[in-house]
């Protein structure tokens, strides 16, 4: 199988719904003419035409809530917002509209429609354009919300949202679309809500999802390559709805759990998934459940403070040795328990 | 434009459109047309009123909003459209769902919470829906329903669809984002769209004057070049006048529009609002100025109306909202066993249905 990016996916998987469902369009600010902020819709334009390919002003709240309205006479939009920071203005037509119609209205009206959006840090784009703002949408019933974390995860759960029925909120990471990986089939789906083990291990589970996902795999096979930890590392891929049996079986499994993820610590992800194994398996834990998360602060400009206030695998790391069962702790050898706790 | 420009001189100068309201019945119009105005019209008055009473004798819960006083406006949108347009509309909508067709015992249901509602008792009061008639929902988010219908009309275009949208909103969501980015975009995009606002000069308790910079709100659309007319929202022809032409122009040339129709309230915001903020002078004359009681006139005047046939249509409406309250008080509540089994479906849709489109 060839390798692809994960932007490469992502573009792939736009370009086969448009062809294989004329419901399907796209539309967003500089998607067409400019071929997309980063490029994900390059093409596609030239390709499908303006009707299908949509250009929009800058209006989030506007060129949302007209998805919304064109996802209720049955088309099928994907809105690309240029990163979710933007689409904190588009709140009202999320939040109040497109969550609620189809239960708010009995049942008759289904909004088949897809919201795609990067989040992330680390590219000195500062406080306005830096956030993770997931748990806000992951927070509200009526949404679906999908941050996959491979190539092809991306292309699979793309493909998955788009086939819908119901308002999907498509996490993307500015730093992840030119990380590379297998490309699937072409007829790849990646089911909503099912998390997956993403590397097997026997000494704790480390819970994450979206570029921390990738970030954790790699320092889990980095540390088994060193022979010093069997980590597990378990990829969300989905926050709503949330996969909570694969969740609590690798707990079962391990006994130890670190949520690992980009966003803010307080009233986060990790804060619901530790809240979801006390009472899942509260029995099972043999310590408590840590969370590695970026600082609450406004991100800040300059690079050493960025780097400082960003979450990632030196943090990681650290968490895993201080979480992992004490005859597996390579800072210990057995002479740090006699050290003076100071 | 000629036509445009001329009607918004008219209104700059403020000649009271209340004349027109008086005016004789042109020759050409149908007979049993305009009966069924008026008796559309009694209903949505009967229905609001009683839907009054039953709040009062908490069978209705939440927020309530009415149309009285504006049934002339609630009408004549109605008559101006296509059976198979599609309308949004904000929370005061009940008249406007009774005119589109939607059962009143199905409208009445809703308002009591029950399962034979036309949300199935989900929405309320605010939240009136029929996907059939193409009623595509109250909003109760001032401005929300805006940027849905353009996205509706989207849709249409976008099929080539021979229908069009019309979306109402209140005098105060014109001072919204909502407004103006749905204007905007209604215009790059030439959507067979239009835009309907009632004026009846107060946003809960705040009067247009004080709440928008432009209190003449037709004029808003000219920041999108669009056309725009100001009508006297106690004219039910009128404003089914402005209504079919903006939905030709909608239509046949996929140009947006927008009209304003001058109307009233006569009670409160909402059935718990006293209505302090409103001197009682003004409440008068307004009620003064009953749109059902001007058309009556009129048909009488022009011998199409008389006593005994009002009467009967009267009584008629009485009737049918009796029979609305009695449906919806022996109707059931929705079953909390079987909404707590199936949750997921009420909150989200299945997999196999959405495929096509209203």
Same mark, same amino acid.
């Given at each position: ?342 | ?140 988010? @001032?401005? !929300?329903?805006?940027? &849905? *219908?353009?996205?509706? +009309?989207?849709?249409? %275009?976008?099929?080539? =669809?021979? /229908? ?66 100001? @009508?006297? !929202?106690?004219?039910? &022809? *009128?404003?089914?006048? +402005?209504?079919?032409? %903006?939905?030709?122009? =909608?239509? /046949? ?106």
């Amino acid at each position: 199988m060839a390798e692809i990016t994960y932007r490469q996916a992502l573009h792939d998987a736009l370009r086969e719904e448009l062809l294989r469902d004329e419901h399907v369009f796209l539309l967003g600010e500089e998607i067409g003419v400019f071929e997309g902020s980063y490029k994900i819709t390059a093409g596609l334009l030239t390709e499908f035409g303006p009707r299908r390919v949509v250009d929009t002003p800058i209006v989030e709240n506007g060129f949302v809530g007209m998805a919304v309205g064109a996802a209720m006479l049955g088309l099928r939009p994907i809105v690309e917002i240029m990163t979710i920071n933007f689409i904190v203005l588009a709140m009202d037509q999320i939040v109040n509209q497109a969550a609620k119609i189809y239960a708010m209205f009995g049942g008759q009206c289904p909004v088949p429609l897809v919201i795609r959006t990067p989040g992330g840090g680390g590219q000195q784009l500062a406080a306005t354009h830096s956030q993770n703002l997931e748990v806000w949408f992951a927070h509200v019933p009526g949404l679906k919300v999908v941050a996959p974390s491979t190539p092809a995860d991306a292309k699979g759960l793309l493909r998955a949202s788009v086939r819908d029925n119901n308002p999907v909120i498509f996490l993307e990471n500015l730093a992840l679309y030119n990380v590379k990986g297998e490309a699937p089939r072409d007829d790849y789906m990646v089911p909503i809500g099912k998390a997956q083990v993403t590397k097997e291990g026997a000494d704790l589970t480390v819970i994450s999802y979206s570029r921390m996902a990738a970030v954790a795999l790699d320092v889990a096979r980095r540390l088994e390559q060193e022979n010093r930890l069997s980590v597990e590392v378990v990829d969300l891929r989905s926050l709503r709805p949330l996969d909570r049996e694969t969740i609590v079986n690798s707990v079962r499994k391990t006994n130890r759990a670190i949520v690992f993820e980009e966003d803010w610590r307080s009233f986060g992800i990790g804060a619901e998934i530790a809240a979801l194994l006390q009472e899942e398996a509260f029995d099972d834990l043999d310590a408590p459940i840590k969370r590695v998360a970026s600082l609450e602060v406004p991100l800040p400009y300059s690079k050493p403070l960025e780097l400082a206030t960003l979450t990632g695998s030196k943090q990681l790391i650290e968490a895993i040795n201080e979480l992992a069962p004490r005859r597996r702790r390579r800072v210990n050898h057995g002479r740090n328990n006699h050290a003076p706790a100071q | 434009m000629d036509d445009n420009s001329k009607q918004q001189t008219q209104a700059r100068k403020g000649i009271s459109t209340r004349e027109q309201a008086r005016a004789p019945i042109p020759q050409e119009e149908d007979r049993a047309a305009l009966l069924n105005y008026y008796y559309q019209m009694v209903l949505v008055r009967r229905f609001e009123e009683k839907s009054g009473e039953m709040y009062n004798r908490a069978r209705i819960g939440g927020y309530c909003h009415l149309n009285l006083g504006e049934e002339a406006t609630v009408v004549g949108f109605s008559a101006g459209l296509a059976p198979d347009d599609y309308v949004y509309t904000n929370y005061r909508e009940h008249g406007y769902a009774l005119a589109r067709g939607l059962p009143p015992g199905a409208v009445m249901a809703e308002l009591f919470g029950k399962d034979t509602g036309s949300s199935r008792g989900r929405g309320g009061s605010m939240h009136l829906f029929d996907r059939e008639r193409r009623f595509m929902g109250g909003y109760a988010i @001032v401005g !929300g329903q805006l940027p &849905l *219908a353009t996205g509706a +009309a989207f849709a249409l %275009a976008y099929r080539a =669809a021979h /229908e069009i949208v019309a979306c109402q909103m209140g005098d105060g969501t014109t001072n919204t984002g909502a407004f103006h980015e749905s204007l905007n975009l209604a215009k790059i995009y030439a959507l067979p769209i239009v835009y309907f606002v009632v004026n009846n000069q107060y946003g809960m308790g705040l009067r247009v004057e004080r709440g928008s910079a432009v209190s003449e709100l037709y004029r808003k659309a000219c920041a999108y070049d669009m056309q725009s007319w100001r @009508v006297d !929202g106690n004219d039910v &022809l *009128a404003v089914r006048d +402005a209504v079919r032409k %903006a939905a030709a122009l =909608a239509r /046949e040339k996929h140009e947006p529009s927008l009209i304003e129709a001058v109307s009233f309230r006569f009670r409160g915001h909402s059935v718990v609002d006293p209505d302090r903020y409103r001197n009682p002078q003004e409440v008068q004359e307004g009620r003064a100025h009953d749109p059902i009681e001007a058309f009556a006139t009129r048909l009488a005047d022009a011998g199409l109306l008389d006593e005994k046939e009002r009467r009967k249509l009267d009584e008629k409406a009485e009737h049918e909202v009796d029979a609305a309250v009695k449906f919806a008080e022996d109707s059931p509540f929705p079953s909390v066993d079987e909404f707590m089994a199936g949750l997921e479906g009420y909150v989200y849709a299945p997999a196999e249905t959405g495929e096509e489109g209203a």
